[in-house]
């Protein structure tokens, strides 16, 4: 099984491009109005716009409103949904969108999580407290046991030289990135981004070095 790559933050239609012709499988867009990397929906259609085919495009939220979601998703070209915060199972599946359900690794809890969530299609295991905002840069321990019942996403802390320890030790669905790709926050770095994406699959290829 391939594992896929996503990287989160995106603020620019190049940036998103630049993603999607070093191999990510996936961008994501913060709609968190406090984040350094929030994206108004203008901002967020242009990006999606820009995206080659078969790249898919993940809207995040921290514990918004109803009303805010529905006003992004009904503009914004959203393939995913991924929250971030105290979401409900209802409350995530009323959009009519698959999504994946983050959870702050930091004090949370996969299980109880997992167990509410059985209509995830995914959970992303971030290294933030639980309902703090993610690209924060935070890893958690990798060693712990995990729920089996989810394709799992890690995310946290994740840069090129510790990338591929994480995929060695779970062998998640995905891997997620941000700020261990930047060079400000929203701005990825190109040469980050092509050396994330090579290290998932170098590892892959040779898993025993
Ligand atoms: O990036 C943000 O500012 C943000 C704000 C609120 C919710 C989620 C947010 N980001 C999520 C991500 O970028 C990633 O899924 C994840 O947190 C990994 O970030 P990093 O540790 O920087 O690689």
């Not at 996503?6 to 940036?15: H, L, N, Q, S, W």
């Not at 009904?74 to 359900?101: I, N």
């Not at 994480?166 to 060079?183: F, L, N, Q």
């Amino acid at each position: 099984m391939r594992c896929r790559v996503k990287i989160c933050g995106v603020t620019r239609p190049e940036d998103a491009v630049m993603a999607a012709e070093a191999g990510a499988d996936a961008i994501g867009l913060v709609f968190y109005p406090p984040s350094r990397r929030h994206v108004t929906a203008d901002q967020a259609s242009r990006i999606v716009a820009s995206l080659p085919p078969m790249v898919t495009a993940v809207g995040l939220f921290l514990d918004a409103d109803a009303e805010q979601v529905r006003a992004i998703t009904s503009q914004v070209g959203l393939d995913l949904l991924q929250f971030h915060g105290a979401e409900s199972p209802a409350f995530c599946e009323r959009f009519g969108y698959r999504y994946m359900k983050a959870i702050g690794m930091a004090g949370g809890d996969p299980w109880s999580i997992a167990r509410d969530h059985p209509g995830a299609a995914g959970l992303l295991l971030d290294g933030h407290p639980p309902g703090a905002a993610g690209g924060s840069g935070e890893a958690f321990d990798w060693g712990q046991p995990l729920p089996a019942s989810h394709r799992i996403i890690v995310a946290g802390g994740l840069r090129v030289d510790n990338v591929a320890e994480a995929v060695k030790t779970i062998r998640p669905w995905g891997v997620d990135c941000s700020s261990g790709v930047e060079s400000a926050p929203g701005i990825k770095d190109r040469r980050l981004v092509a050396a994330f994406i090579e290290e998932v699959y170098r590892v892959q290829r040779y898993p025993g070095d």
